[in-house]
């Protein structure tokens, strides 16, 4: 069989390149050796969101009382909670199935290795099945990374997606990895009741934003009882017994009833041969592509695999280029524009473009403007008044925009739009902001006094 | 004593225009005859936010209860949350109190009266202080309007203010009025454990709002207990042996422990003598502006009492505007662009800019397209799935946004610069769009297929 465009990889990317094409007039076909929907939809956003939200009440009944508004207690059942979560997934999958149905695409089920710059094996239990392609676009993804002394074991020792099935809460899980992974389960298992002990190599928690996001995420987790360990090396993370042991570097050991190792993620390259396609892989197996995500004349590589931004939505903003591209629709290089970015939680964290830092080391002068989420009757309402909103600004445009704070992900499209047109002060009132509203935070950080950082 | 710029009136608008006329330059004076921060701060959007934000997590641990997801019981304490309210609100008014202070506002309690174009005159227990000015502000706003045989009695019949000194909830409520007040406070109650029944005149709920959107609002409402009567026309309201009750013209009667009158608002010029300073009114006492928010040649009229947009944010914006136009750096009409609204609430309303109604009234050709919130995961997340955006075309540019259903409220400020900036479907894809958000389903119905309205 031969088709105009073969996608490899139901995820995000590869969903939205094979459903671009046939919408394209492209014969397509799409091959994935899981279930479709990919990492995001059966391991990834959507299952953590679901349990997020399904909890969200938790937290936020335990600041009401706190402030002596609210009594009451509350028990999350998980074992329903997952039958839910089973259920929605399942029909997510059937729904995207019928999508690609209704758009002609056809779904090979198995392991893809290229044999060619236009051919593809596509290999499952009934045999392997050869297919040409004009052009092939590989959206294959990521998975948990390995460390030696801390592989997951699926015993105490487990990656995400082992603990997105457990049915019981332990009674104390040691993270280790303190990124969006690992701060959104540990937000969820710590609802449950699971007493949550975080472990971080980098200096701060969150370590790909600015240091003052990490300190307002730190007090706000230390007083909602985590413990909290960072700049420290882990030498080992093993099942000992029933239980999960953690060993750092120096020697001190932590124990727990399970364990999530969370730091990092590795390409899901392996087996695919992109180099007889005339691609190449560097680091662990990340698809280099060119300045139009080309890994080579026939393929394209979008999303994760090729290591750019490991985030569902720059997934779908490349898979979308990949096709204007095939199809001679877009000829300048690949940009992605200001990319947003949130960890979802009672306590998240929001941002789009750079950091202070990335801005600093490519020598730009940088001012920030800040707003305190205590001064926002939204954030005054749900007793949620820890965090703020910044604003970074380069030659008086809108550089990036950060946030830390409860319900501060609602503030991503409009932040994204703000930054994307590089808004100036006078931008910011270019329009009436609601009263009352969390985005008068974001309006008082675009409109207050500026600071050189 | 003689000002610059004279305010009447320290709510929304006022407070912005005091603020913006001294950081102007301009030696400013503020009259008050009641609390610093007027209706909004005091009796109207943050007394009810604290309130709706202090129990959010109430009905969202009913619908994971009915998901079988979560058990568990809670009460909510009324005078605590009282409590909490008057010590906010009373540190928020020190605040603004300090804020004029600091840029030099002086501050007037009393009651003013025009005793000419340039003159007022403020009386207090105290006595009557006559005050210059060369520009004066009016920003009186507006305040619960009362219907013969349905007056307010602070017994058994309440308006706003009465209900929001409630110490205990009410086993049941008769809401007169299906706007954002009574739409809300019954929200807020039905929290509590009052039985609410709610009342209209207009054929549906919500009746600025298109009619779609009052459908959702109405089977949502109906299966958490509301009862609904709408299209039916209230003869009285009355306090009857320690119940209120009320009698339809047709001669139904009900009764309830408690009753809110949340049907309209009135002017609050009463006494204030514009016509002294060539102002005139109109209607019930609103104060009549040309182009340029005037209601004389030395007097504004900004905020509700003008009756253009009764919203606090409304008023803050044509404060900002006012002042630049007595300052000389403003010379066009004023014009507000589109206008944000939200219900909120469990389940929210949102709008911006105009209603399919008032589009097709203006003889335009619309165009609407639609997304489910069933489909957005963070709607599932949720458990809240009932409601949608939809998206209002003219000529290919977005000429609204409205949305119904949990959480909507985020999506506004978005929604206000794309309908500002008079969007087309090729600016929404100038933006990478966070997955997994709500703001997703904004994407979705942004770039759904159109239909003919």
């Keep these: 069989m031969s088709y105009d465009c073969i996608v490899i990889g139901a995820g995000p990317g590869g969903m939205r390149a094979a459903m671009q ?13 899981e279930d479709l929907g990919g ?17 969200a ?110 049915t019981e809460a332990p009674e104390s899980m040691i993270i280790v990895g303190a990124g969006a992974i690992g701060l959104e389960m540990g937000d969820f298992f710590s609802r449950l009741g699971t007493k ?3 472990v971080e190599g980098m200096d701060r928690l969150a370590p790909t934003e600015d240091a003052d996001i990490a300190d307002v995420l730190t007090k706000q987790l230390k007083r909602e009882g985590w413990t909290i ?35 990092g993620r590795k390409p899901a390259s392996a087996g695919l041969q992109i180099e007889a ?19 080579s004349d026939t393929v394209y590589a979008i999303g994760d695999i090729n290591g750019r931004t490991l985030l569902a939505h720059a997934a779908d903003h490349q898979a979308r280029y990949a096709v204007r591209h095939m199809c001679g629709k877009e000829q300048a290089e690949y940009a992605s524009g200001p990319m947003p970015a949130c960890i979802y939680g009672h306590t998240e964290v929001m941002r789009v473009g750079t950091t ?12 920030v403007s800040v707003s305190q989420l205590i001064a926002n009757p939204i954030a005054q309402s749900y007793g949620t008044t820890h965090g703020f909103v910044k604003v970074l600004w380069v030659e008086g445009k809108m550089a990036g925009i950060a946030a830390v704070g409860h319900g501060v992900s609602h503030l991503v499209a409009a932040a994204t739009i703000m930054v994307a047109q590089q808004w100036t002060e006078k931008d910011v009132h270019s329009i009436i902001w609601a009263h009352p509203t969390l985005d008068e935070a974001l309006e008082a950080a675009a409109t207050g006094p500026r600071v050189v950082v």
């Excluded at 094409?21 to 050796?33: F, M, P, W």
Aim: charged share 15%.
């Design 21 to 33: 094409a046939a919408q394209a007039g492209l014969s397509t076909a799409l091959v994935e050796k």
């Design 39 to 55: 990492t995001c939809l059966n391991w990834g956003c959507i299952p953590t969101k679901l349990f997020l939200g399904a909890t």
């Design 57 to 166: 009440a938790g937290p936020m009944l335990h600041v009401q009382q706190k402030l002596k508004g609210a009594e009451g207690h509350l028990r999350f059942d998980l074992a329903a909670m997952q039958q839910r979560k089973d259920r929605f997934l399942k029909g997510s999958r059937t729904a995207v199935g019928k999508q690609l149905q209704a758009l002609g695409v056809d779904v090979f089920s198995g392991t893809a290795a290229f044999r060619g710059p236009g051919t593809l094996a596509v290999t499952n239990a009934q045999g392997t099945t050869e297919l040409a392609f004009a052009q092939c676009v590989v959206a294959t993804g990521s998975m948990p990374a390995a460390f030696p002394g801390l592989e997951p074991d699926g015993d105490c020792v487990l990656h995400s997606s082992h603990v997105l099935t457990l």
């Design 196 to 198: 949550i002990t975080i």
């Design 229 to 263: 360990h960072t700049g420290r090396k882990v030498a080992s993370l093993r099942t000992v017994n029933g239980t999960a042991v953690l060993t750092f570097e120096d020697g001190e050991t932590l124990t727990a009833a399970k364990s999530l190792m969370a730091a």
């Design 277 to 295: 396609a005339g691609g190449t892989t560097v680091g662990s197996g990340w698809i280099k592509t060119d300045g139009c995500l080309r890994a």
């Design 356 to 367: 202070v830092a990335e801005l600093k080391a490519a020598g730009k002068s940088v001012e």
